[in-house]
């Protein structure tokens, strides 16, 4: 599979697994918890690149001393974090998690618990799981791999991630350690520092108008005057994402390419 676009320029996947990286690019040392196959490689690319202090496992009980590709075994063991040991890191809050979002609304709550009613719901999902001590007490991103309508929606149906609004309403138990810091999508980068708390638009992908991320979201997005373009990963980053983390394109199964797309 080729690692260009049709266009010529980095693949969009590239771009963003770059800005994924970038949102782990100040932690210093800190648990990452990626869930995903694009989180992961973007928690691996900044731990090769901008923040060699990530702490990283194999998202199931070892620490890892290495970076290995993505779902590649044999890496050299760091440590041992079995499940029950996770929640103390939970609880503690050395810990950036990056996770999924079913719906995000403009304050920037997050759903994967059900999709309609809660107490009769139109689809069950996940559950909400680890997300409310997530959120209330880790640093949080989210990744959405297809940006629209659907996922951005004005009101979530129901809350299992605590955006900042909801955390400060709450009280200090909730907010004192909310932090929603990034919203990453196959279009945009995004935050929950606009106006009243609100998903805030940081940058466009290259290639993307901001007329096509406002269609895609179900609310009215908090957009500065002048908004730049996601950066694309420097020559060194593609190396590593194309010939050491993901070598059998694997990340082009989450964000395909426009041929992919087409078909």
Not at 143 to 159: G, L, N, Q, Y
Request: charged content about 25%; overall charge negative.
């Amino acid at each position: 599979m080729s690692t260009e676009s049709t266009t010529g320029t980095v693949s969009r996947a590239d771009v963003c697994a770059a800005a994924i990286a970038d949102a782990f690019r100040d932690d210093g040392e800190i648990f990452a918890s990626p869930m995903g196959m694009l989180p992961m490689l973007g928690v691996r690319l900044a731990k090769l690149t901008s923040n060699p202090d990530l702490v990283i496992s194999d998202g199931e009980s070892l620490f890892l001393a290495g970076v290995p590709p993505l779902f590649a075994t044999g890496d050299v063991v760091e440590g041992w974090i079995p499940f029950r040991k996770v929640f103390d890191v939970v609880a503690y809050g050395k810990r950036h998690v990056m996770m999924g979002a079913t719906q995000v609304d403009r304050h920037g709550n997050q759903n994967i618990s059900a999709i309609g009613d809660w107490s009769r719901p139109k689809r069950q999902l996940l559950g909400s799981r680890g997300a409310p001590g997530n959120t209330v007490n880790n640093r949080t991103s989210y990744w959405v791999p297809k940006h629209s309508t659907r996922v951005f929606v004005e009101a979530v149906d129901i809350v299992s991630g605590v955006g900042p609004k909801r955390a400060k309403e709450a009280g200090p138990g909730a907010a004192t350690y909310n932090d929603i810091h990034r919203i990453v999508t196959n279009l945009a980068v995004l935050d929950v520092r606009g106006a009243d708390d609100t998903v805030r638009l940081l940058s466009v992908h290259p290639g993307v108008g901001l007329d096509e991320v406002r269609a895609a979201t179900g609310f009215e997005l908090d957009v500065p005057a002048d908004v730049p373009v996601t950066r694309e990963p420097t020559a060194e980053e593609q190396v590593i994402i194309r010939e050491v983390l993901d070598p059998k394109g694997l990340r082009f199964k989450e964000v395909p390419q426009p041929e992919e797309q087409a078909r």
